[in-house]
């Protein structure tokens, strides 16, 4: 049994840009607790106080991490648990002013320094509602020490302190929701983008196709059908790999569209299409050179595996049935073979496969012919 190793970072992308996130936030928090253990060398903080604020932010930490690495939190309204990350910063702040004494207006600067990481998800309104909770927040923080630390606060200096607060956090929630819809906007633009680029790739790759594509049948077209014929040629006089052009013409044909209409013969050709190509191999080439005619480039492959390939087409053809014009109606096709050999001319094959398809017409239809040129050949290889 294979165990999967954990990872610290997850595979879902949007999970991974969260952890990546939090620890941005954590490298944060580290720098806090310099500036706190810092005040707890200088014995503005007790060893107490100090422990508990660290046990507390571990906790907290390892909480988020947890949730986000094991994927619960994408069960809440705000997956990234920025709004709870916040909330509880800044109730760890607010225990560490209580026992700050004078020094205590300095956690204000950390406090609105963290309402950066905001950005990644609030609104202006977002922003606005947290500094309220701030203001809240500071204002019982007051009362408590007014109340149970009257002598470690100054309440004059304490309600300034209230005041200057509440305009930055004024100045900083515009400043900072702008900038957030301003990420917002550019997020969206850019999903706009990438869908534009998805349909402009799609709608280049639906151009290409149908400029190698029959529009009626959807197999290949005579130009494509040509130019495979040409590389063919040309890998064949490199290295001598032979290939066979096989004509193919629908049996009376002309015969289906006077009695059952062109609708139906269209249907005919459709189906006759679909499943020579079907029965042909991924690297042989099919498609239509006109009318009810096509043509089949068997690459890699002599006379005698040609005339097996096209006797299963024919026999392929032979079983179709169309109960949606006819259900007496039967389609037969013929075929003429020729082998291209190394240093023949590609007009004069593909002459002698047209050649070998007039006479499987000529002796009776419904059957495959190899070209005398490619017969003989056949012949002595077999001898």
């Not at 949007?14 to 500036?35: C, D, H, P, S, W």
């Not at 062109?262 to 009318?291: I, K, Y």
């Not at 079983?319 to 004069?348: N, W, Y």
């Not at 239809?365 to 290889?381: I, M, P, Y």
């Amino acid at each position: 049994m294979t165990v999967k190793r954990f990872a610290f970072l997850p595979d879902e992308p949007e999970q991974r840009l969260r952890i990546k996130r939090f620890v941005f936030a954590t490298g944060a928090y580290a720098m806090n607790f310099t500036f706190v253990l810092a005040c707890w060398w200088m014995n503005y903080f007790t060893t107490q106080t100090l422990a508990i604020y660290v046990s507390f932010v571990l906790l907290i930490h390892l909480c988020v991490y947890t949730l986000i690495r094991s994927g619960l939190n994408k069960r809440f309204a705000d997956p990234s648990l920025t709004k709870p990350q916040m909330v509880i910063a800044t109730f760890s702040g607010f225990y560490l002013m209580y026992y700050a004494d004078d020094f205590r207006a300095t956690f204000l600067l950390l406090g609105v320094s963290m309402l950066v990481f905001g950005m990644f998800r609030f609104k202006t309104r977002d922003f606005a509602a947290f500094g309220a909770f701030m203001l809240v927040g500071y204002a019982v923080l007051i009362a408590l020490l007014q109340v149970y630390r009257p002598g470690e606060i100054t309440l004059k200096v304490e309600v300034v302190q209230w005041l200057a607060l509440f305009v930055a956090l004024v100045e900083f929630s515009f400043l900072a929701g702008y900038i957030g819809n301003l990420r917002r906007k550019l997020r969206i633009n850019n999903q706009e983008l990438e869908k534009r680029n998805a349909d402009l790739e799609t709608a280049v790759r639906h151009i290409s196709e149908m400029a190698i594509r029959d529009e009626l049948t959807g197999v290949y077209n005579r130009r494509y059908v040509m130019d495979r014929m040409e590389e063919e040629r040309q890998r064949c006089a490199r290295n001598g790999a032979a290939f066979c052009v096989c004509m193919v013409d629908i049996d009376f044909f002309k015969k289906i569209n006077d009695v059952h209409g062109h609708m139906a013969g269209d249907t005919v050709l459709r189906r006759v299409a679909a499943t020579a190509s079907g029965a042909l191999r991924l690297t042989d080439v099919f498609g239509r050179f006109g009318g009810e005619e096509f043509v089949m480039v068997l690459t890699d492959t002599v006379a005698a595996g040609a005339l097996a390939s096209a006797e299963r087409v024919r026999q392929t053809i032979e079983q179709l049935r169309f109960p949606e014009i006819d259900l007496d109606l039967r389609v037969t096709i013929s075929i003429g073979i020729a082998e291209h050999t190394q240093g023949a001319d590609l007009a004069l094959t593909f002459k002698n496969a047209d050649e070998a398809l007039y006479r499987a017409k000529e002796d009776g239809r419904n059957r495959s012919r190899l070209a005398a040129a490619t017969a003989q050949a056949a012949q002595v290889q077999a001898d």
